[in-house]
């Protein structure tokens, strides 16, 4: 199994902040790998798909890259509704393996 | 409007079985790979299983191999997930999850239905 690991595990920031969550994978997943975030007692909500692609409906503000085992993904100007849990998931293989998740918190 | 509405959650004791329901609507379904996704108390997203648009594709996480059976009933647009032999490491919210063809993520999620497995 494919085995993904984000860092940090929490982290605390201030609105206006940029942020990077890094996300790395055991073997290379090429492109596969998607961002989401959930809030809590929410189902988790799809940002970025295939790395880099912003999902429709998704404020610019977030962005995504990498490929192969080493992924970012990236809020250039945090906003109050952006605290939340952000996870990392690779769709090359089954099973379709989560990071374990970043906590998102206001500083 | 893409819907997923999870059902069948409960209390259950060890070793009992549950099954979850999925109903879909705002899209055609049967086009679709489907997912259940499940979440522990406090915890990160597990992937529990997938299957192929016409069910003859079927996959899962090995902690459940051989007690759970996820199936479709692509005319009543529907998702199910039977769990039998429950442990209390099956407790979590489960999610249903469309997938996308070709990118593999998992585009429009249901609600969740809790499921708690104890004596």
């Known amino acids: 199994d494919i085995q993904m690991t984000q860092s940090p595990s929490s982290l605390s920031a201030s609105v206006g902040d940029r942020v990077t969550i890094t996300c790395r994978a055991s073997?290379?997943?090429?492109?596969?790998l998607n961002w989401y975030q959930q809030k809590p007692g929410k189902a988790p909500k799809l940002l970025i798909y295939?790395?880099?692609s912003l999902q429709s409906g998704v404020p610019s503000r977030f962005s995504g890259s990498g490929s192969g085992t080493d992924f970012t993904l990236t809020i250039s100007s945090l906003q109050p509704e952006d605290f939340a849990t952000y996870y990392c998931?690779?769709?090359?293989?089954?099973?379709?393996?989560f990071g374990q998740g970043t906590k998102l918190e206001i500083k | 409007e893409v819907q997923l509405v999870e059902s069948g959650g409960g209390l259950v004791q060890p070793g009992g079985s549950l099954r979850l329901s999925c109903a879909a609507s705002?899209?055609?379904?049967?086009?679709?790979?489907m997912s259940w996704v499940r979440q522990a108390p406090g915890k990160g997203l597990e992937w529990v299983a997938n299957?192929?648009?016409?069910?003859?594709?079927?996959y899962y996480v090995d902690s459940v191999k051989g007690r759970f059976t996820i199936s479709r009933d692509n005319a009543k647009d529907s998702l199910f997930l039977q769990m039998n032999s429950l442990r209390a490491e099956d407790t979590a919210v489960y999610f249903c999850?469309?997938?996308?063809?070709?990118?593999?993520?998992?585009?429009?999620w249901g609600q969740g239905t809790l499921v708690t497995v104890s004596s």
């Open positions: 705002g899209f055609s379904f049967g086009t679709y790979w």
């Open positions: 299957i192929k648009q016409d069910g003859s594709e079927k």
């Open positions: 295939a790395a880099s």
């Open positions: 998931q690779q769709s090359y293989s089954t099973p379709h393996t």
């Open positions: 073997q290379s997943i090429s492109n596969y």
């Open positions: 999850a469309r997938e996308v063809i070709s990118t593999w993520d998992f585009d429009y």
